[in-house]
């Protein structure tokens, strides 16, 4: 297994790993990382009034990002998975990329306005989004290499 494609696939992971945490303790009524409910509301949602997701969204967000986890982890060796792998990592890839380009969209900046989250928007999720996009299509385009 190449050594750079575990190292940008545990990367991206890692970050996933995260975001998937963060969110299954929402779904479970936590607070973190940020125990005031409604800044952490205000941090995570752009819109006014904020409100945290759904407990169920916030568990559906955690899902998502474990899958995520392990395509990438799966996709950096060459022998695993077949096409489907592949293809589920490219949409993955791309998808990063739609939220990280969205992010800084007129359009979403409107239908996102609360603050401290448009802030947070464009110094940390969108790119955060971009990275991880980015990521995954790299593990892609040497997987097929």
Known sequence: MDMLA???ASMVAILLLAVGVANLLWSLGIMWPI???ELLARSVSGAVPARMPSRYVSLGMAILALIGCVVALSVADPASGGAWL??????AGFAGLARGVLGY???WQARTPGEPFRTLDRRNYS???LALGVGFLILVV????
Request: aromatic fraction near 4%; hydrophobic fraction near 55%; glycine fraction near 0%.
């Open 127 to 129: 790119p955060l989004c």
């Open 86 to 91: 592949t293809a589920l990592a490219l949409v």
């Open 105 to 107: 969209t007129a359009w």
């Open 6 to 8: 575990m190292s940008i």
């Open 142 to 145: 040497m997987r097929l290499t």
């Open 35 to 37: 125990r005031d409910p």
